[in-house]
């Protein structure tokens, strides 16, 4: 394999045909296994503000993944790739096998994918045990042999992006991940600015983002720490971004892509506790139709985990609702909570 990719600052590859958004604000919802599964989505995206949402990691492992599978999985891709709402929900990819990541993402076009992302992010041990995720910014060949493989066997016209971490115990690699990538024809890269051994701790480091901004031709979009219009205001300062990523700010705040557009529009905002509460009854409605009582309940409680970081009524009730034995019991204990 050719290593020229190597010096970050000569890049030549192939452009293809694809048109994607630049200079405007684009706010993407973040990929979180085990959260932002097509229920999750459908509930966002009813509400509005985001671009595009970005499917859990679907693993590719020993085989290459059917068509049917990425159906099941991602049921948006049925309906042109993009939830009931019509927001585009791109398919995203985790190996380490460039022939088997390149069979699965043809796979996933074929049952009806419009946009394949890799995941080169995740820091979760068992990922990283079996050579996915982030222990593969150690190898930047690697990365490189993974991208080229989708690159040069989907059509031209259906893009390609990667999420990286800063490194994986540092940054020293991160200029040379970055170009192995952006080499391969990847058009957008999404950057959580953090390394696998931060986790999710101390903050994001915006800056370092901002310098692969400046030093590559790729789409960059701007991850970690961005829970407000404010946050996002501060990471464009210093990144120099106009896309940016939000994972675990969506789950405390579903309404956050919103108030992000109505604040840079000059509207006010006026969501309150109260506004969660036909938003929960859907949300249980919908788990319902996909998942048992045991499930549903778990899922619930486990948002409500997340809501307590956005909502203080949620949070100084939250032992009372992990409490509850039943969807409806909890139902009728979040109606009286939120309404206080």
């Given at each position: 394999?050719?290593?020229?990719?190597?010096?970050?600052?000569?890049?030549?590859?192939?452009?293809?045909?694809?048109?994607?958004?630049?200079?405007?604000?684009?706010?993407?919802?973040?990929?979180?296994?085990?959260?932002?599964?097509?229920?999750?989505?459908?509930?966002?995206?009813?509400?509005?503000?985001?671009?595009?949402?970005?499917?859990?990691?679907?693993?590719?492992?020993?085989?290459?993944?059917?068509?049917?599978?990425?159906?099941r999985?991602?049921?948006?891709?049925?309906?042109?790739?993009?939830?009931?709402?019509?927001?585009?929900?791109?398919?995203?990819?985790?190996?380490?096998?460039?022939?088997?990541?390149?069979?699965?993402?043809?796979?996933?076009?074929?049952?009806?994918?419009?946009?394949?992302?890799?995941?080169?992010?995740?820091?979760?041990?068992?990922?990283?045990?079996?050579?996915?995720?982030?222990?593969l910014?150690?190898?930047?060949?690697?990365?490189?042999?993974?991208?080229?493989?989708?690159?040069?066997?989907?059509?031209?016209?259906?893009?390609?992006?990667?999420k990286?971490?800063l490194?994986?115990?540092?940054?020293?690699?991160?200029?040379?991940n970055?170009?192995?990538?952006?080499?391969a024809?990847?058009?957008?890269?999404?950057?959580?600015?953090?390394?696998?051994?931060?986790?999710?701790?101390?903050?994001?480091?915006?800056?370092?983002?901002?310098?692969?901004?400046?030093?590559?031709?790729?789409?960059?979009?701007?991850?970690?720490?961005?829970?407000?219009?404010?946050?996002?205001?501060?990471c464009?300062?210093?990144?120099?971004?106009?896309?940016?990523?939000?994972?675990?700010?969506?789950?405390?705040?579903?309404?956050?892509?919103?108030?992000?557009?109505?604040?840079?529009?000059?509207?006010?905002?006026?969501?309150?506790?109260?506004?969660?509460?036909?938003?929960?009854?859907?949300?249980?409605?919908?788990?319902?139709?996909?998942?048992?009582?045991?499930?549903?309940?778990?899922?619930?409680?486990?948002?409500?985990?997340?809501?307590?970081?956005?909502?203080?009524?949620?949070?100084?009730?939250?032992?009372?609702?992990?409490?509850?034995?039943?969807?409806?019991?909890?139902?009728?204990?979040?109606?009286?909570?939120?309404?206080?």
């Amino acid at each position: 394999m050719n290593n020229s990719y190597i010096t970050h600052s000569n890049i030549n590859h192939p452009t293809p045909n694809i048109t994607i958004k630049k200079d405007a604000l684009v706010l993407a919802v973040a990929p979180m296994e085990g959260v932002m599964d097509h229920t999750m989505r459908n509930l966002l995206s009813k509400i509005g503000g985001m671009d595009y949402l970005v499917s859990e990691f679907v693993r590719v492992t020993q085989y290459p993944i059917p068509a049917s599978s990425f159906r099941r999985m991602i049921p948006e891709n049925q309906h042109q790739a993009s939830t009931q709402n019509h927001h585009p929900v791109r398919t995203q990819l985790l190996g380490s096998n460039p022939d088997l990541m390149a069979q699965s993402a043809l796979n996933a076009v074929e049952s009806g994918a419009h946009h394949i992302d890799v995941n080169f992010g995740c820091p979760a041990k068992r990922v990283n045990g079996h050579g996915g995720g982030s222990v593969l910014l150690q190898t930047p060949d690697a990365l490189y042999d993974i991208m080229h493989a989708i690159r040069k066997t989907l059509p031209s016209d259906i893009p390609i992006s990667a999420k990286i971490r800063l490194g994986y115990e540092d940054e020293n690699l991160l200029f040379d991940n970055v170009a192995a990538i952006e080499a391969a024809g990847t058009q957008l890269l999404t950057i959580h600015g953090r390394t696998k051994k931060d986790g999710y701790k101390p903050p994001a480091r915006w800056e370092k983002i901002g310098a692969i901004q400046q030093a590559t031709k790729m789409i960059v979009v701007a991850n970690g720490d961005i829970t407000d219009s404010a946050s996002l205001l501060r990471c464009r300062s210093i990144s120099g971004c106009q896309h940016f990523m939000i994972g675990r700010g969506s789950l405390n705040n579903p309404f956050v892509f919103q108030q992000i557009r109505d604040t840079l529009d000059g509207k006010k905002s006026h969501i309150t506790a109260a506004s969660l509460t036909p938003l929960f009854i859907s949300y249980t409605e919908e788990l319902k139709q996909h998942y048992d009582e045991v499930m549903t309940l778990g899922r619930l409680k486990q948002w409500c985990g997340h809501l307590r970081f956005g909502f203080s009524e949620i949070k100084d009730e939250l032992q009372t609702l992990r409490r509850c034995n039943s969807t409806k019991e909890l139902t009728h204990v979040f109606e009286r909570i939120s309404q206080q």
